[in-house]
């Protein structure tokens, strides 16, 4: 380890509870808790460590962003991408520690929101005062830190539109990334879309004693019988009509990063104590560049203690379907209805609750590349390319109203446990994210 890199780690080390009161705030959306106590304290913080202009925005609606901008020594931008708001910490019994007190045992970190993604935001900043403390930044950065990505970051798109002018940028750093199952650092270059919708049908005004099943309708077993209708149970494959014909194909260069991702069965199976085969031979594939029909839930009928002998009048699902590029999720979820529909299921009620486009920078963008070039300096070859995440995020408006290319690189790790109990960092990833980021700003900043 070079002196330049040990003293960066450590001055990451001993700075991170400069910002210690970020995790303190319970700032969960889905509650509506600490959302304005937290956005005030980001826009102290920000002015504190020396922004040339802060601003709170609440214009478009919804929970404020904060925007905030600081000049540097080159021409170039890099705009960070991050969200103030955190998941629910129940239950909270299974906590070993306060989730809003944060707490360090061992290498470990523990706080609620700490891995997503107010930890990752910590250390940006203590990047950004370790510059004010050595020579100052070396490119322009620009943060645009919003309060509602929990709940489907709903009003994004609304505020990258009206805020145009003001997030110019030469490129986008996104929140999330980190370390995978076999702990090798990842450069993310964007993010499946998803569609998040309920169906419900009714099938009588009020619930039938069960002796009557003989020839009532059962609410339960309709909507069991029309949702498998939209799958086929020996392939997993959708069969609802076109489902699948929008889809980008990978380029031969994105398809050979894929086939060196890491994938390790084995630890996936004992990792979530899986009891069924993996549903795909093809999981890198598929968890990149395929989509899926997920039901997330069912209610129906009587679901407590004893017993209660009904025909259940009514019937609930909660589903989403994970979308790759170029899939609209307004198209799929027409073609969710009308598939429905023409499989005689056209008394089904279909509810969209979130909807969010995919989005990928491509491969050989020079800011993609560059990321790749300098993650390798510092975590080495086994440094993997991935086109984009399993999951979600507001991406799209970034990429295509600001035409920015987005990479993805933080400092959590496979095990850091978002959205759980004992959520947590490794501060040696924290130390290690931190160089890569001074690194990383500092190359961008030499391609002026």
Known sequence: ?????????????????????????????????????????LVRTFRELGANNVEKWDDQGG??????????????????YNHYDVQPPEPLTEWQSDPFKPTVKGDHLV????????????ARLGVVKY?????????????FVEGEEETGSQHVEKYVDAHQDQLKADACIWEGGGKNSADHFEVVAGVRGIVSFDVHVKTADADVHSSLASYVPNAAWRLVEGLTSLRNPKTG????????????????????????????????KQ??????????????????????????GLSAGYEGTGVKTIVPKEATAKLDCRLAPNQDPEDIMTKLRRQLSENGYDDFEVQLNVAEDAWRTPMDNEFVQTALQTARVVYGPTTKYVPNTAGGGPVRPFGELLKLPVVMVGVHYAKSGPHAPNEHLRLSDYAEGSYFLVKLLTDLAVDD
């Open 111 to 122: 706080a609620r929101g700490v891995c997503d993604d107010k930890g990752e935001l910590i």
């Open 237 to 268: 494959r959708i069969t609802v009509h076109g489902f699948y014909d929008d889809i980008t194909p990978l380029s031969s260069a994105e398809e050979e990063s894929v086939q060196k991702m890491d994938f390790a069965e084995a630890e996936v």
């Open 131 to 143: 510059f004010n403390e050595h020579g100052g930044l070396p490119m322009n950065l620009k943060f």
């Open 271 to 296: 990792t979530y104590g899986l009891k069924q085969p993996l549903v795909t031979s093809h999981p890198r594939e598929e968890v990149v560049n395929g989509t899926t029909l997920t039901i997330n």
């Open 1 to 41: 380890m070079t002196e330049e890199r040990q003293a960066i780690e450590q001055y990451a080390l001993e700075h991170w509870a400069d910002f210690k009161e970020y995790l303190e705030h319970p700032s969960i959306s889905a509650q509506n808790t600490g959302i304005q106590e937290t956005s005030d304290y």
């Open 63 to 80: 929970n404020p962003v904060v925007f905030a901008e600081f000049k540097g020594q080159s021409n170039r931008t890099v705009l960070f």
